[in-house]
């Protein structure tokens, strides 16, 4: 893949732009439809690697997809997938926790892998709670990929599950739960990271009619039951439109994005409120969004123990901030798609910022002043790195993103959209 020069902007920002679909939502309501009898339809799902790896691996299971541009009909299995197949699940986390959970249910045994790093990922957590709930379960030394799952059903019960290095461990669970035979009680123990994208799974379920019982902040009761077949509507995804948010605010001016809910369970939809605390206008109007911003940007110290995807956009906002500004709560960053900590501090550096991380906690003193010469970033095959450190070259000049085709893991469209709503310069 060609490197991707960042053209810096020429003006402030004045756009209307149609939000892509959420990730979040397009995986599970994939996997739910797959659990249900009958069919369901999914409407407008994100068209993206990560969520092509779930359809695909539904398919291998045997479960029918039928894809067409603005849907995705799938015809449920009533929760024991037929399986007896092997699975690629590429890159995607969300979609080797998700299908490993479905995968305990199969009718055959299905085995899992992926990427060398993906291999690295936390899978362990997801492997004891399935093998304490009576699933067959062999997993690679250290409960990693390669995984084989399934061949019996599950007898399910009670389970308490770490919430310290993934939310999806819970979620995946909370799925697959209304299928195991005793059901499912659920307690995730804290620390509890990116907790709101279990809120959005259960959302999830109740929208295809499954009884959820919640009898406490943090503990589930999911009785065994049959899910019918919906009609679902994929809604906007914030961490997507977190990067052309944080565009706005540093360049100044004005965006409408349609398709977001303000309201949503995504953890990143945090991020309208914290642009609101900079100074940033914040409006819904219409189904969605307006922000408007002036393009100063104080210093700040946010905590993002709940919303870990927000790190790399917050730390391009802090490259261009008036004094130095924290973001805690990022020892989780070491298990995403890279170690994340390390690559914003080694890439922000690399374009002139002061950095200093450790234990969770990062400083960044802002880099914006002064002419630091040409950067090419090094993204470490990590979507949300390109995407953020695209931000920072449209001020930044002498920019290069090395890989920019990573952002097809889950937003295809993003170098159209960021085109679409910055004029640039030379």
Request: with cysteine; aromatic share 4%; proline share 6%.
């Amino acid at each position: 893949m060609v490197p991707r020069r960042i053209l810096t902007a020429s003006g402030p920002v004045d756009a209307v732009l149609q939000a892509p679909p959420a990730k979040s939502a397009t995986h599970r309501a994939l996997v739910v439809a797959a659990l249900a009898s009958g069919e369901s339809e999914i409407m407008g799902p994100l068209d993206a690697d990560d969520t092509r790896r779930t359809l695909h691996g539904l398919v291998r299971m045997g479960i029918d997809v039928d894809v067409a541009p603005a849907s995705w009909r799938v015809q449920g299995a009533d929760g024991r997938p037929r399986g007896g197949a092997s699975i690629d699940l590429g890159a995607s986390g969300s979609t080797a926790r998700f299908l490993t959970a479905l995968a305990s249910l199969a009718q055959q045994p299905v085995t899992l892998d992926g990427t060398p790093r993906l291999r690295e990922r936390p899978m362990s957590e997801l492997l004891s709670a399935l093998a304490a709930l009576g699933a067959s379960i062999d997993a690679s030394p250290g409960g990693r990929l390669p995984i084989r799952a399934g061949g019996r059903g599950v007898v399910g019960g009670e389970v308490v599950v770490s919430g310290a290095r993934s939310s999806q461990f819970a979620s995946a669970l909370l799925m697959a739960g209304c299928a195991f035979d005793r059901g499912l009680r659920l307690s995730v123990a804290p620390p509890r990271v990116s907790f709101s994208y279990v809120d959005l799974t259960v959302e999830t379920l109740e929208s295809f009619g499954a009884e959820v019982r919640r009898e406490d902040a943090y503990t589930f009761f999911v009785p065994p039951q049959r899910i019918r077949g919906r009609r679902i509507e994929v809604e906007g995804d914030h961490s997507s439109v977190s990067y052309l948010l944080a565009a706005t605010a540093i360049l100044g001016g004005r965006i409408r994005i349609d398709g977001l809910r303000t309201e949503s369970r995504q953890p990143d939809a945090r991020f309208l409120h914290d642009l609101g605390s900079l100074g940033c206008a914040v409006e819904s109007r219409d189904g969605g969004i307006v922000l408007s911003a002036t393009g100063r940007i104080p210093a700040f110290s946010w905590d993002l123990t709940g919303a870990p995807d927000l790190a790399p956009t917050a730390a391009a906002l802090a490259f261009f901030a008036e004094g130095p500004s924290t973001l805690t709560g990022l020892s989780h960053l070491a298990h995403k798609e890279s170690d994340r900590m390390q690559v914003i501090d080694r890439e922000l550096t690399r374009c002139g910022a002061g950095v200093r991380s450790r234990d969770g906690v990062m400083t960044i003193v802002p880099g914006c002043r002064g002419d630091h010469g040409e950067a090419t970033v090094n993204v470490a095959d990590d979507h949300r790195i390109a995407m953020a450190f695209a931000v920072v070259g449209l001020k930044r000049p002498g920019v290069t993103i090395d890989r920019p085709d990573v952002v097809e893991k889950s937003y295809p469209r993003f170098w159209d959209d960021l085109a679409s709503v910055v004029r640039t310069g030379s």
